[in-house]
Every structure is written in C-alpha cells, then in structure tokens.
C-alpha cells in the first residue's frame, strides 16, 4: 500500500488517506440539536474516512455532530489507537 501511495503521490511511507466531510442531516431535534449544526450551518454528522491507495474505503466514523472538530473525531478512533 505505502509503495503504491509513493508512486501516485510521491509520500513515503503513506498507508492511507483520511478526510472528514459533513453528511446533512435533517433537523434533529431535542436540546443538543445545535451541537449537529456545522460550520456551514446546516445540521450534519461530520464524518471520518479513511481510504487506501485504490481508493477502497478501509474505515468509516460516523456518529459525531458537525459542530465536532475533526482532529477530535480522529483522536477518538480506533485508527488513532492503531497508530499509536
């Protein structure tokens, strides 16, 4: 995997590719609505994939609100546990 990563990209020692994107959500009601609100205001689940080198989806984390920064829904993965 981290070989295939270097050619297409030039990084070594990759072994996959993480984003968070929001998923809208409808409203979700109830007193913690506001927290699934993201910064592009809508309400949202934001959502952490992780992919390898032919794009195949290894690890998904979707149950944090859109107004949860990224590198929290990271440091709380599995993933992150992984690596360490």
Do not use: M
Not at 46 to 74: E, M, Y
């Amino acid at each position: 995997v981290s070989k295939k990563f270097f050619v297409i990209a030039g990084f070594p020692s990759v072994i996959g590719a993480l984003d968070c994107t929001f998923v809208r959500i409808v409203f979700p009601g109830g007193e913690d609505a506001e927290r699934f609100r993201c910064r592009k205001n809508y309400f949202a689940l934001n959502v952490q994939t992780i992919v390898d080198s032919d794009l195949v989806i290894r690890n998904v984390v979707a149950r944090w609100p859109g107004s949860t920064h990224d590198s929290t829904i990271f440091n709380n993965s599995a993933a992150c546990l992984t690596l360490q």
